[in-house]
């Protein structure tokens, strides 16, 4: 039988893990946003506008790999919690194969409402900005 003592010092250091993987996510939509900025201030022509949708696609994936890892530990946060005899996860065990199929796949975690309506609106902003900037160009827009 695990101590009482034990079994909440487990629980705390998964929740700092889960902590962790939160603070990663808000910082990489951080750095999304930056450095798309970036990008589009420093293109020389409009073309480079296509580069700004590498760092957004980078980021984005990132962050979906993020929030699995973070539903991860919270799967081995509840299998702790519960502690039953027929547990899969030992205690003080922070290994993610016993619940890597409890998770969905990054793909799938992707176009999470979250995800998608963060990520889904640079894109859209970014293809409205392309627009606008390549029919000034080429005369489609009187100003």
């Known amino acids: 039988m695990v101590s009482d003592e034990n079994l909440r010092f487990q629980l705390e250091q998964i929740q700092n893990v889960i902590d962790r993987q939160a603070s990663n996510?808000?910082?990489?939509?951080?750095?999304?946003?930056?450095?798309?900025?970036?990008?589009?201030?420093?293109?020389?022509?409009?073309?480079?506008?296509?580069?700004?949708?590498?760092?957004?696609?980078?980021?984005?994936?990132?962050?979906?790999?993020?929030?699995?890892?973070?539903?991860?530990?919270?799967?081995?946060?509840?299998e702790t919690r519960e502690n039953t005899p027929d547990c899969k996860q030992e205690l003080f065990d922070m290994s993610l194969e016993n619940v890597d199929d409890n998770v969905d796949g990054v793909l799938k975690l992707a176009f999470t409402k979250s995800l998608k309506w963060f990520y889904g609106t640079i894109v859209g902003l970014l293809v409205i900005y392309s627009f606008i900037i390549l029919s000034n160009g080429m005369g489609w827009v009187h100003g």
């Open 25 to 78: 996510s808000f910082k990489i939509k951080g750095w999304a946003v930056t450095l798309i900025v970036v990008v589009l201030l420093f293109r020389s022509r409009d073309i480079h506008l296509a580069v700004a949708f590498i760092p957004l696609v980078g980021f984005w994936y990132l962050d979906s790999y993020y929030l699995r890892q973070e539903k991860k530990f919270r799967a081995i946060y509840d």
